[in-house]
């Protein structure tokens, strides 16, 4: 199973950005799919889930400013990322899970770096 991201980059604060992920290989049904983010010292930190169920979760800080869509295979995940802030500067990790027998499984991106100047 491979997550392969794309986007990402340097904007000014108040500028827009997306970035897209995409599943490749037998992940079988996915639960949940989304974006994570991570500063160096900081734990990583979800910013936006996209479940199977059609339910979206995001992080009070990203609240009306992300926008993150499945696609109807929902082997793909975009973040439409608006009005950003200078915070809002971190690699952005994809993400995808699945059940299996005994609990939940996890895979990762590559992650992609988002920079936003002030």
């Known amino acids: 199973v491979q997550l392969q991201a794309s986007g990402g980059g340097v904007v000014r604060a108040g500028g827009s950005l997306s970035l897209s992920c995409t599943v490749s290989g037998n992940i079988g049904k996915i639960f949940a799919m989304g974006w994570y983010r991570q500063t160096p010292g900081n734990e990583r930190e979800r910013v936006a889930l996209?479940?199977?169920?059609?339910?979206?979760e995001y992080a009070d800080s990203v609240k009306g400013r992300f926008t993150a869509s499945r696609d109807t295979a929902g082997n793909t995940v975009g973040l439409r990322m608006n009005a950003l802030k200078p915070e809002d500067t971190a690699v952005y990790y994809c993400n995808a899970g699945h059940f299996v027998a005994g609990g939940y499984e996890n895979f990762w991106g590559q992650g992609t770096l988002v920079t936003v100047s002030s």
């Open positions: 996209v479940y199977s169920t059609g339910l979206e």
